[in-house]
């Protein structure tokens, strides 16, 4: 196989589940640029509509879904209608998610329970639906778009950082459990990405100064800047492509040093 096969999606069909924009959109893109045919899903007909927009502008004839992630009836169908129109799922991407920044104690439980259904039962529900037919097909791949938070907390974000902390340990009971069916579970983790989800967290302060938190991620991460979703294209690629065939369970960290990093020394 060559070097540049090795990293191709030619002929594969793959699903990004929140791939209207932000993380999810630039994945879709990069796999249609590396020749995969492209299925996503959104909540938001508006969404959608402008997500399939831009999609063509980029020239690629992307297939959109309303589907919301957490109702699993819903996923089955839309997982049928893919296979019938572009063929079996051969790559999965759980990268539909939200966050909710609230102090724990100041939380409502439905509020806490919202966030962990889209971020980590939802990819169990997704997953569910895609693995059968991998496994009758002889391989797949799934990346679960996991997080900074599935390795540390931090203030506001509990629920977030609950699921995205078992989101990697689903990634890594679906390499334990299907891993012999061919199929490799891994996950991304991006750094702080610069996306409408952090918008809040970059917002000019009313007397045009930037946002604390801008400051504070800028000087914790060594590449000394927030991340871009296309920092994002070349990790997602490998983790679907034959080039990571023999990677499995692993959390991919795509994050400008963050994870390895003290902070700035007095
Ligand atoms: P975003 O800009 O808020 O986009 C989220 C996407 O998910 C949208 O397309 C949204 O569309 C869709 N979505 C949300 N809930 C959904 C549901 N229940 N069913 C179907 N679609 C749903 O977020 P992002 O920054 O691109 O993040 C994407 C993923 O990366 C998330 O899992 C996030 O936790 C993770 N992540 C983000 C960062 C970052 O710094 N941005 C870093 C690490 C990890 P609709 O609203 O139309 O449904
Ligand atoms: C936050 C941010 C982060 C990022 C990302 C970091 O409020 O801390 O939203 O959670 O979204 O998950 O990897």
Sequence with gaps: ???????????????????????????AKAYAQAGAKIAF???????????LADYRAQGIDASGYICDVTDEAAVQTMVADICRNLGTIDILVNNAGIIKRVPMCDMEAT??????????????????????????????????????MSELGRETVSAYAAAKGGLKMLTRNICAEYGSANIQCNGIGPGYIATPQTAPLRQRQPDGSRHPFDRFIVSKTPAGRWGETKDLEGPAVFLASAASDFVNGQILYADGGILAYLGKQP
Excluded: W
């Design 1 to 27: 196989m060559s070097y540049l096969d090795m990293f191709s999606l030619d002929h594969k069909v793959a699903l990004i589940t929140g791939g209207s924009y932000g993380i999810g959109f630039a994945i």
């Design 41 to 51: 899903n959104c909540r938001s007909q508006v969404h959608l509509d402008t997500a």
């Design 111 to 148: 509020d806490f329970r919202q966030v962990v259904d889209i971020d980590l039962v939802a990819p169990f529900i997704v997953s569910k639906a895609v693995i059968p037919a991998m496994i009758e097909k002889g391989h797949g791949k799934i990346i679960n778009v996991c997080s900074m």
